[in-house]
């Protein structure tokens, strides 16, 4: 088991980098949380790996914390869920967005996610719901209200989860939604 790479990044293209280890190339396929972490080609990189065995292929999953890897093993562990679609749903929703839809019981919110149908997304909450790597990640995650409102509007705007959670992280819980959406878009542009 390939467990964590470590070398210099030569290439990335959307959902796949290359990480070459003393001259050994590895294409690893990541989550998009993972890849807009990644440092300019040509830096140092280290990433958490898991290595699925085909008939037909052996394919390298990486991620940038632990939590992420976990999440990705279990989804993994529910029925009709491949590698493809573990790595849509962590790139479609952070992993405590995604434990708090489980905690929540919301379909809904993952339904957003490419490829997940109503059944697929309700299997998911059926089967997630007590895991460990979901139940920590339910403690640190944010509380709907205002600024889910205002996460969801500069996701819309073609903003994404790391640029969003960046202009949240400032804001003042108590802001209406309307000015919270202002301050937001502000520091977006001074960025």
């Known amino acids: 088991m390939i467990g964590r790479i470590t070398g210099i990044l030569a290439a990335k293209q959307p959902p796949q980098v290359l990480v070459d280890v003393n001259g050994v190339g590895y294409e690893i396929d990541v989550p998009m949380s993972t890849f807009y972490t990644l440092p300019a080609i040509g830096e140092k990189l280290s990433l958490l790996t898991h290595l699925a065995i085909r008939e037909d292929a052996h394919l390298l999953y990486g991620f940038g914390s632990e939590t992420e890897r976990a999440a990705f093993r279990e989804l ?11 790595l849509s749903v962590l790139s479609g929703l952070s992993v405590n967005d995604l434990a708090a839809a489980i905690a929540a019981g919301d379909a809904g919110r993952i339904v957003k996610v490419p490829g997940i149908g109503k059944k697929t997304a309700e299997r998911l909450l059926l089967e997630l719901k007590g895991k460990p790597v979901f139940a920590g990640a339910i403690a640190s995650a944010r509380p709907a209200g205002a600024s889910d409102d205002v996460r969801q509007a500069l996701l819309a705007l073609g903003y994404n989860e790391r640029e969003t959670a960046e202009a949240i992280r400032g804001l003042a819980a108590d802001l209406p939604v309307g000015e919270a959406i202002r301050l937001a878009l502000r520091s977006l542009s001074k960025a």
């Open 76 to 86: 993994l562990k529910v029925s009709g869920i491949g590698a493809k679609t573990a």
